[in-house]
């Protein structure tokens, strides 16, 4: 064939329909004989081209309209699969190839296509086995919904952040510094407030023990100031040590009560840690087991203090000359 012959397009065999009014062309030469008034429904970006008639006529039939895409035969069958409802849908086998989708549906501005995405992936393996290319799905394409559910999971690997800055996902996945900000403020934030669940949680009163014998005053038998031993501070400590590692770390393990009575010299603390303050820690277990995970508004107040401090020392700068 000579390199004059303008190439022949080929038809699609799933979208040929006889009534069709405009022809989608694709890179690779294929016609896609479709109907305006659906594709105008289905995507926006359709819908604004077609109003503004950016298309070109056909030279064999003046009726029929083309336009051409720099879409491939295989993408532009994706697409209008989501578009016609008397196709199915094809299901995506992996996050790559819900990459490929949602690409096309964000560039078409077709919510039928995020909308599907965002169902499938709740439903995925992928969304366990691959919780950081599906997070970056999520904050690439704004898959809310599936975020919500994902980010308190991931926030549950103590090696979260690590994970992000060894094994990133591709090139066109969206985790930015931001994102990781966010994530870490989220695990920190956490566990402050899991020690100050610690810190608040009432204790039943004692009679002094070694370590606070010296700081007790007793006006009467039986009345003691209401101080706690050592080994319930110690506790605390050993408690954000481990949820700082784990942030999902069960607190009424017993080792932590063991490292907490080792790190203090009161000879009463594992009797107060394994008898006196079993029910309290338990209380405590539960009551960070139902703490969020998510914590947006605080990060905007710490954003905004931050931008606060910055503004500050910016004013600050100053040059000195010596001529």
Request: some cysteine; glycine content about 2%; hydrophobic content about 35%.
């Amino acid at each position: 064939m000579s390199q004059d012959t303008p190439r022949l397009p080929s038809t699609s065999p799933h979208f040929a329909f006889p009534d069709s009014d405009i022809t989608i062309r694709t890179c690779n030469f294929v016609d896609f004989r479709v109907h305006k008034c659906i594709l105008s429904l289905g995507s926006s970006v359709f819908r604004d081209m077609l109003s503004l008639d950016q298309i070109s006529p056909q030279d064999s039939d003046a009726e029929r309209k083309i336009v051409e895409v720099t879409e491939n035969e295989t993408q532009m069958e994706l697409l209008l699969r989501y578009i016609y409802p008397s196709h199915a849908r094809p299901v995506p086998r992996n996050l790559e190839s819900m990459a490929v989708l949602l690409r096309l549906g964000n560039k078409y501005n077709i919510p039928t296509i995020t909308s599907a995405i965002q169902e499938q992936l709740l439903h995925h393996p992928d969304l366990k086995s691959r919780p950081l290319g599906a997070f970056a799905l999520c904050r690439k394409y704004n898959l809310d919904h599936v975020e919500a559910i994902l980010v308190p999971q991931m926030l549950r690997n103590p090696n979260l952040l690590s994970d992000i800055l060894t094994d990133r996902p591709p090139e066109d996945y969206a985790i930015g510094i931001e994102d990781m900000r966010r994530l870490a403020f989220y695990q920190l934030h956490r566990v402050k407030l899991a020690v100050d669940v610690l810190h608040r949680q009432p204790l039943p009163e004692c009679p002094p023990c070694e370590c606070r014998r010296d700081y007790f005053e007793v006006p009467e038998e039986g009345d003691y100031a209401p101080l706690m031993c050592s080994s319930w501070r110690s506790f605390a400590e050993i408690c954000r040590q481990a949820l700082s590692k784990d942030p999902d770390a069960d607190i009424t393990d017993a080792r932590l009560r063991k490292k907490a009575c080792d790190a203090v010299k009161c000879v009463d603390a594992r009797e107060h840690l394994s008898d006196l303050y079993d029910h309290e820690i338990l209380l405590a277990q539960q009551e960070i087991y139902r703490l969020p995970w998510t914590f947006a508004n605080e990060f905007d107040s710490h954003n905004k203090l931050g931008s606060m401090v910055e503004g500050i020392r910016r004013q600050r700068v100053g040059f000195d000359y010596f001529e």
